[in-house]
């Protein structure tokens, strides 16, 4: 617990942490914003809404899940939390005071999930008063059914996981800023596009964004289509799964790596 503490203090004397923090609001904000805007307007195919209407229980569904769109900057700050201690050259210190490397390597995971946690407890706050404001001002009925609790879990395991996925990226590749575009390539294209095209779907429900998108999937279809994914139960047992492979990954390449 000692060292988890020290990894979360180390984090809190940088900026990054903030700066992540108040990007994530702003894009999930701006996800949340778009959704009450357009909710009811028609749009979709034949006529049919773009997102369902505000005074539905769909819409409310649909909400709860758009926090797992700001994973990818708790992901960078799990990246960060790995490479800056190669960057700045302080992995020696680090391991001289803990000689036990996989106890560092355990320590950064733990900090990872305090991190993951944090961030999706303020989405899901942003996203309550959203859901909050915006459903009794167009005259529905507030609701919290075992599904949107169902929902709002799997954003905060989609955050989590995306962080455990930045502590492993970053051990894996110790270049800060290669670490970084590796995960925003990872998620802004290769995710993207094995879960948007028909053909790769396959595969794509496979992967970290298809097993998250099935433990948050309202089933509201927004014209990319929710067949194609896991159910529900299944989508959390691949999330644990490539939990426990990052793991792993930042423990070996860690362990093994030569620092001098």
């Known amino acids: 617990m000692t060292l988890i503490k020290g990894e979360l203090l180390k984090l809190r004397t940088t900026r990054l942490w903030w700066v992540m923090l108040a990007v994530t609001i702003a894009y999930v904000l701006l996800q949340l914003g778009l959704t009450i805007g357009f909710a009811g307007q028609s749009g979709g195919p034949n006529g049919q809404p773009i997102f369902p209407g505000r005074d539905t229980v769909p819409f409310q569904e649909l909400m709860w899940g758009l926090g ?20 700045y050259q302080t992995i020696t210190t680090t391991f001289l005071t803990t000689p036990r490397r996989e106890r560092v390597v355990m320590a950064k995971l733990g900090a990872g999930v305090v991190v993951g946690l944090a961030f999706g407890l303020v989405v899901l706050a942003l996203t309550a008063v959203a859901v909050a404001v915006s459903v009794p001002l167009s005259h529905g009925e507030l609701v919290l059914s075992a599904k949107i609790l169902r929902i709002a879990a799997g954003v905060l395991a989609v955050l989590v996981l995306y962080t455990l996925f930045g502590v492993g990226l970053g051990a894996l590749i110790k270049n800060q800023l290669g670490a970084i575009v590796a995960a925003v390539v990872w998620v802004f294209i290769i995710e993207a596009l094995v879960n948007a095209i028909p053909a790769l779907r396959p595969v794509g429900k496979w992967t970290p964004a298809g097993a998250g998108g099935a433990v948050t999937n309202s089933g509201v279809d927004l014209g990319l289509g929710t067949d194609y994914l896991l159910p529900a139960w299944a989508g959390a047992v691949v999330l644990l799964g490539y939990a426990v492979l990052f793991s792993v990954v930042a423990s070996a390449t860690t362990i093994r790596r030569d620092i001098t």
């Open 68 to 87: 797992a769109s700001g994973a990818l900057f708790p992901m960078i700050l799990g990246v960060v939390m790995m490479t800056a201690e190669y960057r």
